[in-house]
């Protein structure tokens, strides 16, 4: 083992890679609570969640999706990165394709299975360099903090810090529950909207702190407070059996055989977004982390093709289980801040997500008060993204700064990345630089046309 993982090459130790590949599941826990909530529409009214998979089922695909991602992260990539279905494609599978678009659970689920096979394909070919080159920087910065705001929108949402309103669409909510006449179901909302303040305002210094699993520990900090004032339920037990995945397994092969509905205009979009984040996630997270850990030679990703292969493959094998794509966490730097080196640390990572299936009961305590600062928090880590777009050119910044905005207004990942890709190589050619803009961009161009056409009714 030690051998394989090549410990001594790396300076690294057993004791080591253990402390870091708990560290990385710690600072990664959260998704077992926040993605079943988020894919399983339980933040959406109760006539609208017979259109989404069952909950539990959801956590099952979840760890099982983590687990065999990171251990194929460990055996495969050998690096010390943690997999686990990702933040922002889960919020895009929920939200734009079954909400917005109405397309089946289990047909997105195949779009996901579709998507990771052609990520698998361009990974093997060393196709990947080339569409990385042919989109702008400023519209993969674009996207990534669109998306943040995005998720962070729907953390206020679901918390009640952000309301509807008929005079100006959202609004401020209410925080004050001692008004005479307030109904009990606002004074409610009122105590949950603090519940999820103070929550976020534990997380934001635990964070500042630097303190490894800050998000994981503020939800707990939160769910915890909760039980006290009596907003959250305690679980019945801690430990029981996972709880059944039939419900989804195998659910994207209803599908699959479709060509009429897969090759569709509209699930062509589907799968271009699913494929276009996570190649683009990816590809930033493996490379920062392993630039963190030292890893990286010559500025590139050590065996870049088995890192790639591992986070497709962990991508087909969660559509089949039952959850959105499966992708390399940034959070893994707490990991190889930890000491983190080799695949191990992964290796072990993966082992806790098995253990974790196993403490599904504590899943009771998971509200939207609970899971609104983690939301509103990894909207803010992917935001940052912004400083990195050229904001001076005004043909570089219109777009990207299109593609950000029409994301959270229109409550629609597709629409942004829709918005911006359109507009990116009109604004090139008006200016006379039709030259620039590669090829690939002209094609994306009629594809998400033909979108806003035929699509957005």
């Given at each position: 083992m030690r051998k394989y993982f090549e410990f001594d090459k790396l300076g690294t130790n057993y004791r080591?890679?253990?402390?870091?590949?708990?560290?990385?599941?710690?600072?990664?826990?959260?998704i077992l609570a926040v993605n079943p909530f988020m894919l399983s529409g339980a933040d959406l009214p109760p006539d609208l969640k017979a259109n989404y998979p069952e909950f539990g089922a959801v956590f099952t695909a979840t760890a099982l999706a983590a687990a065999i991602g990171t251990l194929l992260m460990a055996f495969i990539g050998r690096l010390p990165i943690g997999q686990a279905p990702g933040m922002g494609l889960n919020a895009f599978f929920t939200y734009t394709v079954v909400l917005t678009m109405q397309i089946p659970w289990q047909q997105a689920l195949a779009g996901v299975f579709l998507s990771c096979t052609i990520f698998l394909i361009l990974s093997l070919t060393g196709v990947r360099e080339a569409i990385i080159n042919a989109i702008p920087k400023g519209l993969k910065y674009a996207v990534s903090a669109g998306i943040g705001l995005f998720i962070a929108f729907i953390g206020l949402k679901n918390a009640g810090i952000v309301v509807a309103n008929e005079a100006t669409f959202v609004a401020l909510g209410h925080f004050t529950f001692y008004h005479e006449g307030m109904k009990p179901e606002e004074i409610l909302a009122a105590k949950n909207a603090l519940l999820a303040v103070f929550g976020l305002i534990v997380t934001v210094v635990l964070m500042a702190r630097k303190v490894n699993a800050a998000i994981f520990i503020g939800m707990v900090v939160t769910a915890v407070a909760g039980m006290i004032f009596g907003l959250v339920g305690l679980p019945d037990k801690v430990v029981s059996a996972p709880p059944s995945l039939a419900p989804t397994f195998g659910a994207a092969f209803q599908y699959l055989g479709d060509f009429s509905a897969l090759f569709s205009v509209k699930m062509l979009i589907v799968v271009l977004t699913f494929l276009f984040v996570d190649f683009f996630d990816a590809t930033g997270t493996l490379l920062g982390v392993a630039s963190q850990a030292g890893l990286l030679k010559d500025g590139k990703l050590p065996r870049p093709g088995s890192a790639f292969s591992s986070d497709a493959?962990?991508?087909?094998?969660?559509?089949?289980?039952?959850?959105s794509t499966t992708t390399a966490y940034v959070e893994s730097t707490a990991g190889v801040a930890a000491?983190?080196?080799?695949?191990?640390?992964?290796?072990?990572?993966?082992?806790?997500?098995?253990?974790?299936?196993?403490?599904?009961p504590l899943l009771a305590i998971v509200t939207p008060a609970v899971t609104a600062p983690a939301l509103i928090l990894v909207g803010v880590l992917m935001a940052s993204h912004i400083t990195q777009i050229a904001?001076?050119?005004?043909?570089?910044?219109?777009?990207?700064?299109?593609?950000?905005?029409m994301m959270p207004l229109t409550y629609s990942i597709a629409t942004g990345l829709a918005s911006g890709f359109i507009v990116?190589?009109?604004?090139?050619v008006l200016k006379g630089k039709a030259r620039e803009?590669?090829?690939?961009?002209?094609?994306?161009?009629?594809?998400?046309?033909?979108?806003?056409?035929?699509?957005?009714?």
């Open positions: 080591r890679e253990t402390i870091a590949g708990i560290t990385t599941f710690l600072a990664m826990a959260y493959i962990a991508g087909m094998a969660g559509a089949v289980l039952g959850t000491g983190g080196r080799s695949g191990f640390t992964a290796l072990v990572t993966g082992v806790m997500f098995i253990l974790a299936l196993f403490f599904s904001w001076d050119e005004m043909d570089e910044a219109f777009p990207a700064f299109l593609t950000i905005l990116y190589p009109i604004v090139k803009v590669h090829p690939a961009m002209y094609v994306l161009f009629f594809v998400f046309l033909a979108y806003f056409i035929w699509l957005r009714e």
